[in-house]
């Protein structure tokens, strides 16, 4: 067996006896650069059962049936997006399983996380084992669920545990926005004091408990003012979510947290307030993790003027300042994950006015591509891109070593990369459903994923699906290595 022995820059590893431990390779993956979170390693990859089993130099690799020339590019790790709504069951028009890891596939994601906000809501066993065999027969890439931890879901949560949920979502604010209070029954927290039941108990499981936090008075105070001025431009919805309602709600998880030792991650984070929370609660090794979203770092309020309610998100585009206080926070370890918080919705409940138009954008594949992007443009290096993408996500929710990496054993979930290839982003060259909603439609991209293999099977080659539905697994929390 080749063992992996990390060194620096372009070092190659150890290798002794490869045919006795394997005697042939599905696929071989040659000449490119392999990218770790610490590292750049001239590498060759060679695959077998869907497995990472060798690195080193193909030459001293047993035959394989398949060889891929990744001569001139980067081969990264598989992302991993840990927030995404698929909407299924309950509503095919704005996705499906299908479209939405055809979606993954196409930018580079191979795992997704989806959300527990569906028809059923996932708040009982019965119903997340159900949704993961109705999403296995769909999807095209691996995946894990969430379920709902509210104040009316508190006596299921054991039980979700144990049937195998990746991760618990609760929601702080209730403010409703017509067209979507259907989907949260059981994630919603009733009264500021249930909160503290909600998070004793999904601390008892071990598993990640993900926040949406906005403190639902301050929301509501705000949305009733901004309304009352007669607000009705995009940037009115800016305003009505103001960011003190987010720290304010991060300062109470990150305390109670504290008290009942739960593994809280904060989700879709957007304030520099955050950023200076967490920094603080690590500071004094505190467990807690969080994640921010790619439209945060490369859009702000300014462009809820040319975009329109297709920018309409929750929590909000900001300013240009706090957008530097998250990309310092990515670059600087605080925050740990990046994400797509990927919600599509059709175009009619897009194209209303702000205060009634479908909050969220559709955005999955073009995550990877935009981040390249900025990798090209100095924003981030190329390892902090898969620290924050696939090794950290991996971790956080119990992933890892499956998931995550190209270490020998892991899965060989893994995406090609040219780092000299500019694209235009076209909404109508998208896998999503609601492609016709993007907020990134007409922007030049350097850098894109031209290969996606899951478990050693290409899903995706030069932008074409390959494979079919089914071939996605389901993922469940491996709690004893975390």
């Not at 509210?150 to 403010?175: C, R, V």
């Not at 490369?298 to 809820?304: A, E, F, G, Y």
């Not at 620290?387 to 054993?409: D, Q, T, Y």
Request: proline content about 5%; hydrophobic content about 40%.
């Amino acid at each position: 067996m080749v063992c992996f022995i990390p060194g620096g820059q372009s070092r190659w590893v150890i290798e002794s006896d490869t045919a006795m431990w394997v005697p042939h390779l599905d696929i071989v993956v040659r000449g490119g650069i392999v990218i770790t979170s610490r590292e750049l390693l001239r590498l060759d990859v060679g695959i077998a059962g869907g497995k990472v089993v060798l690195l080193g130099s193909s030459s001293h690799f047993p035959a394989a049936d398949k060889s891929i020339d990744a001569t001139g590019k980067l081969v990264l790790p598989g992302a991993i997006d840990t927030h995404v709504h698929f909407r299924d069951p309950g509503f095919p028009d704005r996705e499906d399983f299908q479209s939405g890891t055809r979606a993954a596939a196409a930018g580079g994601v191979t795992t997704v996380v989806d959300m527990p906000n569906t028809v059923p809501t996932v708040v009982e066993g019965e119903t997340l084992k159900g949704k993961a065999e109705s999403c296995q027969k769909k999807a095209h890439v691996d995946f894990g669920l969430y379920a709902g931890a509210g104040t009316d879901s508190i006596p299921q949560i054991p039980e979700l545990a144990g049937a195998g949920a990746i991760a618990f979502k609760t929601l702080m604010a209730n403010y409703p926005t017509p067209g979507r209070e259907p989907e949260f029954r059981g994630l919603h927290l009733k009264s500021d004091d249930s909160i503290i039941d909600v998070i004793e108990a999904v601390a008892k499981t071990g598993i990640t408990h993900v926040f949406h936090c906005e403190t639902d008075y301050m929301i509501r105070h705000a949305v009733e003012r901004t309304k009352a001025q007669g607000r009705k431009d995009p940037a009115a919805h800016v305003d009505s979510r103001p960011s003190y309602a987010e720290a304010d709600a991060i300062s109470r998880v990150l305390l109670l947290g504290r008290a009942y030792n739960d593994r809280v991650h904060i989700a879709h984070m957007s304030t520099s307030e955050g950023v200076e929370l967490i920094q603080n609660e690590k500071k004094h090794g505190f467990r807690v993790s969080c994640e921010t979203c790619v439209h945060y770092l490369l859009l702000t309020r300014d462009d809820m003027n040319r975009l329109g309610t297709k920018a309409k998100i929750q929590p909000p585009l900001r300013d240009e300042a706090t957008q530097e206080a998250l990309w310092n926070g990515i670059n600087d370890g605080t925050i740990d994950s990046l994400c797509s918080d990927h919600s599509p919705f059709t175009l009619e409940e897009k194209n209303r006015d702000i205060w009634n138009a479908l909050p969220g954008a559709p955005d999955l594949e073009n995550m990877i591509p935009l981040m390249l992007d900025s990798v090209n443009r100095g924003r981030l290096a190329i390892t902090k891109l898969v620290e924050i993408s696939s090794e950290r996500p991996a971790k956080i929710f119990h992933m890892f070593p499956k998931k995550g990496h190209l270490g020998i054993g892991a899965d060989a979930d893994l995406i090609i990369v040219d780092m000299k290839l500019e694209k235009t982003i076209r909404a109508q060259k998208m896998q999503t459903r609601g492609r016709e909603s993007t907020i990134f439609d007409g922007r030049m991209v350097k850098g894109w994923p031209i290969m996606t293999l899951v478990r050693g099977q290409v899903v995706m080659k030069d932008s074409e699906m390959m494979g079919s539905p089914g071939q996605g697994e389901w993922i469940t929390p491996n709690l004893k290595l975390s």
